[in-house]
């Protein structure tokens, strides 16, 4: 198994520019979620999803979309770039969405936005 | 709101004496407590979470809701802990709250 993956793993964007951040995991996992880690912070939670065709916002979706089509996939869509979203983006999913289920973490994504 | 603090950003230790990582919560119910590691180069994974009452690689977790603290705690530092550590909650579902983190070294 290849685990949680994202794609890609480094980004530079200008402001205004678009662009969707991959992520894809092959242990069909129910939950998936996505954080954003910034410089002195933990990791902050941004969307959510329980299961296909269902999503919900965390702590900080402003700026950004989601949707989950399939299990296996979540990504994570910047309408319009901005400063504010260069950060360190890392995906994770679970069995399901109780506590008791381990959270794996894929390998981050480095966004940097000029 | 729910809030997690990791007072030290860093922490030295020497290889062969204790360690203790501290963890500050604040959350108005019963929350589940947490501590993720990331070792260098290597994704953010469980270390342990105090509903399991486990012991992983040596470390342990009390968690006590008088001082809302669940500190993780190993008695014999190994040079393969120096990692950042993160503690972190959640108040239902696996929507997680994490603290800013620690970052532990172990030195010879």
């Known amino acids: 198994n290849a685990g949680v993956t994202q794609t890609p793993k480094f980004q530079v964007l200008k402001t205004g520019q678009s662009m969707t951040l991959q992520c894809a995991q092959d242990?069909?996992?129910?939950?998936m979620s996505w954080y954003r880690q910034d410089p002195g912070m933990g990791l902050r939670l941004i969307h959510y999803s329980v299961g296909a065709g269902i999503t919900d916002q965390g702590e900080v979706p402003n700026g950004y979309n989601v949707s989950r089509s399939t299990t296996e996939d979540f990504p994570l869509r910047l309408l319009s770039a901005a400063p504010s979203q260069t950060s360190v983006y890392f995906c994770?999913?679970?069995?399901?969405?109780?506590?008791?289920?381990?959270?794996?973490f894929g390998p981050g994504t480095r966004l940097t936005v000029t | 709101a729910q809030r997690v603090t990791q007072p030290e950003k860093l922490l030295s230790v020497f290889k062969g004496a204790p360690v203790e990582l501290k963890c500050n919560y604040s959350y108005s119910g019963s929350p589940e407590l947490f501590w993720y590691v990331q070792y260098s180069r290597q994704r953010l994974q469980l270390l342990l979470r105090?509903?399991s009452r486990e012991s992983i690689k040596g470390f342990t977790a009390d968690l006590n809701k008088g001082e809302t603290s669940f500190h993780l705690k190993k008695p014999f530092a190994q040079e393969e802990d120096s990692a950042m550590y993160y503690c972190?909650?959640?108040?239902?579902?696996?929507?997680?709250?994490f603290g800013t983190g620690t970052q532990l070294k172990v030195e010879l």
């Open positions: 972190a909650l959640t108040g239902g579902g696996n929507k997680l709250t």
């Open positions: 242990m069909n996992h129910e939950y």
């Open positions: 994770a999913s679970s069995y399901g969405s109780d506590p008791g289920y381990e959270q794996y």
């Open positions: 105090h509903i």
